[in-house]
Protein backbone atom coordinates (compact mmCIF):
# COMPACT_ATOMS: atom_id res chain seq x y z
CA UNK A 1 0.00 0.00 0.00
CA UNK A 2 2.72 2.41 0.69
CA UNK A 3 4.07 2.05 -2.64
CA UNK A 4 1.33 3.28 -4.46
CA UNK A 5 1.94 6.45 -6.96
CA UNK A 6 -0.09 8.61 -4.74
CA UNK A 7 1.96 7.83 -1.86
CA UNK A 8 5.24 8.75 -3.07
CA UNK A 9 6.24 12.27 -3.03
CA UNK A 10 9.04 14.03 -5.39
CA UNK A 11 10.42 17.54 -4.16
CA UNK A 12 11.68 19.64 -6.55
CA UNK A 13 14.95 21.16 -6.35
CA UNK A 14 13.41 24.52 -4.37
CA UNK A 15 10.82 22.45 -2.45
CA UNK A 16 14.48 20.43 -1.02
CA UNK A 17 16.15 23.58 -0.66
CA UNK A 18 12.87 24.62 1.54
CA UNK A 19 12.95 21.06 3.72
CA UNK A 20 16.78 21.54 4.31
CA UNK A 21 16.22 25.00 5.80
CA UNK A 22 13.19 23.66 7.51
CA UNK A 23 15.46 20.75 8.92
CA UNK A 24 17.80 23.68 10.17
CA UNK A 25 15.56 25.04 12.31
CA UNK A 26 14.20 21.84 14.23
CA UNK A 27 16.45 22.24 17.38
CA UNK A 28 16.01 26.14 17.39
CA UNK A 29 14.05 28.15 19.97
CA UNK A 30 13.74 31.99 19.04
CA UNK A 31 16.10 32.00 15.94
CA UNK A 32 19.37 30.56 17.80
CA UNK A 33 19.91 26.64 17.13
CA UNK A 34 21.79 24.26 19.50
CA UNK A 35 25.48 26.10 19.07
CA UNK A 36 24.02 29.56 19.68
CA UNK A 37 23.99 31.07 16.37
CA UNK A 38 21.21 33.04 15.09
CA UNK A 39 19.63 32.03 11.91
CA UNK A 40 16.28 34.05 10.45
CA UNK A 41 13.13 33.13 10.67
CA UNK A 42 11.31 32.79 7.55
CA UNK A 43 7.69 33.16 7.43
CA UNK A 44 5.61 31.29 4.92
CA UNK A 45 2.02 32.56 5.97
CA UNK A 46 0.77 35.03 8.21
CA UNK A 47 -2.25 34.26 11.04
CA UNK A 48 -3.54 36.61 12.98
CA UNK A 49 -5.13 39.53 13.19
CA UNK A 50 -4.36 43.45 13.92
CA UNK A 51 -6.85 46.53 14.66
CA UNK A 52 -6.93 49.67 14.60
CA UNK A 53 -8.75 53.06 14.74
CA UNK A 54 -6.87 54.43 11.55
CA UNK A 55 -6.63 52.32 8.39
CA UNK A 56 -3.75 49.78 8.70
CA UNK A 57 -2.45 51.42 11.91
CA UNK A 58 -3.16 49.19 14.47
CA UNK A 59 -1.90 46.57 16.65
CA UNK A 60 -2.76 42.40 17.46
CA UNK A 61 -1.05 38.91 17.34
CA UNK A 62 0.08 37.75 14.15
CA UNK A 63 2.16 34.50 14.02
CA UNK A 64 5.24 33.97 13.72
CA UNK A 65 6.00 37.78 15.00
CA UNK A 66 3.79 37.36 17.92
CA UNK A 67 2.52 41.04 19.69
CA UNK A 68 2.70 43.21 16.72
CA UNK A 69 1.89 46.84 15.89
CA UNK A 70 0.62 47.45 12.27
CA UNK A 71 0.98 50.80 10.03
CA UNK A 72 -0.24 50.60 6.16
CA UNK A 73 -1.81 51.74 3.92
CA UNK A 74 -4.92 50.50 1.40
CA UNK A 75 -6.47 52.42 -1.09
CA UNK A 76 -9.72 51.57 -2.95
CA UNK A 77 -9.42 52.65 -6.92
CA UNK A 78 -12.55 52.38 -9.28
CA UNK A 79 -16.88 51.42 -9.00
CA UNK A 80 -17.37 47.84 -10.46
CA UNK A 81 -15.22 46.39 -9.28
CA UNK A 82 -13.77 48.28 -6.38
CA UNK A 83 -9.61 47.38 -6.46
CA UNK A 84 -7.60 47.22 -3.77
CA UNK A 85 -4.37 47.58 -3.16
CA UNK A 86 -2.04 48.75 -0.52
CA UNK A 87 0.82 47.85 1.88
CA UNK A 88 1.00 46.59 5.30
CA UNK A 89 4.04 46.45 7.84
CA UNK A 90 3.61 44.04 10.89
CA UNK A 91 6.57 45.04 13.30
CA UNK A 92 7.14 42.69 16.50
CA UNK A 93 10.20 42.30 19.06
CA UNK A 94 12.93 40.27 16.68
CA UNK A 95 11.76 42.53 13.80
CA UNK A 96 9.08 43.16 10.94
CA UNK A 97 7.32 41.60 8.18
CA UNK A 98 6.38 44.03 5.10
CA UNK A 99 3.50 42.50 2.89
CA UNK A 100 1.63 43.90 -0.05
CA UNK A 101 -2.52 43.39 -0.08
CA UNK A 102 -4.21 42.53 -3.19
CA UNK A 103 -8.17 43.16 -3.61
CA UNK A 104 -11.23 43.38 -5.29
CA UNK A 105 -14.55 43.41 -4.43
CA UNK A 106 -17.68 42.82 -7.04
CA UNK A 107 -21.52 43.91 -6.99
CA UNK A 108 -23.25 46.55 -4.70
CA UNK A 109 -21.21 47.55 -1.39
CA UNK A 110 -22.62 48.37 1.82
CA UNK A 111 -21.01 49.78 4.58
CA UNK A 112 -18.78 47.95 6.35
CA UNK A 113 -18.69 44.61 4.22
CA UNK A 114 -15.71 42.48 4.29
CA UNK A 115 -12.81 42.80 1.89
CA UNK A 116 -11.17 39.63 0.68
CA UNK A 117 -7.97 40.67 0.23
CA UNK A 118 -4.40 38.12 -1.07
CA UNK A 119 -1.14 39.17 0.74
CA UNK A 120 2.20 38.99 -0.48
CA UNK A 121 5.07 38.80 1.91
CA UNK A 122 7.97 41.49 0.09
CA UNK A 123 10.19 41.80 2.81
CA UNK A 124 11.39 41.56 6.05
CA UNK A 125 13.94 42.99 8.78
CA UNK A 126 15.62 41.52 11.77
CA UNK A 127 14.69 38.04 12.66
CA UNK A 128 12.29 37.86 9.34
CA UNK A 129 15.14 39.07 6.96
CA UNK A 130 14.60 37.30 3.71
CA UNK A 131 10.62 36.60 4.42
CA UNK A 132 8.49 35.48 1.75
CA UNK A 133 5.17 33.91 1.56
CA UNK A 134 1.55 34.71 0.64
CA UNK A 135 -2.43 34.07 1.72
CA UNK A 136 -5.22 35.22 2.14
CA UNK A 137 -6.62 38.41 4.41
CA UNK A 138 -9.88 39.92 5.26
CA UNK A 139 -10.69 43.62 6.17
CA UNK A 140 -13.31 44.30 8.13
CA UNK A 141 -14.05 48.19 8.13
CA UNK A 142 -16.27 49.15 11.59
CA UNK A 143 -19.24 51.02 11.18
CA UNK A 144 -19.44 53.64 13.90
CA UNK A 145 -18.54 57.38 14.46
CA UNK A 146 -15.03 56.51 15.67
CA UNK A 147 -14.20 54.46 12.11
CA UNK A 148 -11.64 51.59 13.00
CA UNK A 149 -10.71 47.83 11.22
CA UNK A 150 -9.71 44.74 12.14
CA UNK A 151 -7.42 42.84 9.59
CA UNK A 152 -6.97 39.26 9.71
CA UNK A 153 -4.42 36.71 8.26
CA UNK A 154 -5.16 33.50 7.76
CA UNK A 155 -3.34 30.11 7.43
CA UNK A 156 -3.50 29.05 3.65
CA UNK A 157 -5.93 25.83 3.13
CA UNK A 158 -3.87 23.14 1.98
Not at 60 to 65: I, K, R, W
Not at 78 to 104: D, H, M, Q
Not at 114 to 134: D, E, M, Q, R
Request: proline share 6%; hydrophobic share 35%; net charge neutral.
Amino acid sequence: MGNRLEDRLVLSHSAIHQAAHVGLHLGAQAGHDQSGSVHPVVANSLSGSVEGRDPLNGSGTVSPLGAVTSTGTLKAHGVEPVTYTGTVTLTGKTGSITASLFGRLFGPQHPGEPVNLIYKITGGAGAFKGASGSGRAVLRPFVSATGGFELTFESPVV
